[in-house]
């Protein structure tokens, strides 16, 4: 009798490990049709995007464009946070603004951390001239952001163009500012890292 309880624990175990082998094939299956659906998605997706930011603007695919060529990735240079009292004639405003400078090569970034002490003077007088409500704005944000990279290149002798000052004075003085030579400045982008106004 001894022989027969053996057997019956016999059958289950060989019945649980095919059990277990059908389990495991099928959670293998859906791992993989999950993963290769997603794979299909996240494919489709990256051209998809690419085609809406060219429909925007040509720029703005220039640079990712001119980015993705670099074999390393971008060097971030933190500065530490400006205070600065703002430009308010009526009542007393200040803003405290946290920058970091993007670069592509990072021996530029040493030569930033090298002229530091001018680059921040720059920055803060920058930030001196500029109101709250100018602040406040998106587009104010997106030209402080300009003034920034001007002035962060400006101890160097990098000179870069003033965009937005051509674009205002076009019809005063014609075409004698587009005629200078574009600079391409090392500063890729600025960040901003926290951004207060009171």
Same mark, same amino acid.
């Given at each position: ?63 990712? /464009? ?7 990735? %971008?060097?971030?240079?933190? =500065? #530490? ?5 703002? $430009? ?57 952001? /300009? ?7 400006? %101890?160097?002798?990098?000179? =870069? #163009? ?5 674009? $205002? ?30």
């Amino acid at each position: 009798m001894a022989t027969a309880p053996a057997a019956v624990e016999a059958a289950p175990k060989g019945g649980g490990s095919k059990k277990l082998i059908i389990i495991l094939a099928a959670v293998l299956v859906l791992v993989l049709v999950g993963g290769g659906a997603a794979f299909m998605l996240l494919k489709k997706k990256a051209p998809v995007e690419d085609s809406e930011d060219g429909a925007e603007t040509s720029e703005a695919t220039a640079k990712p /464009k001119a980015h993705a060529k670099s074999d390393h990735p %971008p060097t971030f240079v933190p =500065l #530490d946070p400006f205070t600065v009292n703002l $430009a308010d004639k009526d009542v007393d405003r200040f803003a405290q603004v946290g920058v970091t400078l993007q670069v592509d090569d990072p021996h530029f970034a040493d030569q930033i951390k090298a002229y530091m002490p001018a680059i921040r003077s720059n920055v803060l007088m920058v930030l001196a001239h500029k109101t709250a409500v100018e602040l406040l704005t998106r587009e104010g944000k997106d030209k402080l952001a /300009k003034d920034i990279m001007r002035e962060a290149v400006r %101890p160097m002798g990098i000179e =870069l #163009d003033e965009e937005d000052e051509a674009d $205002a004075g076009a019809s005063a003085a014609p075409k004698k500012k587009k005629k200078k030579a574009h600079v391409e400045s090392p500063i890729t982008q600025v960040l901003f890292s926290n951004f207060i106004v009171q």
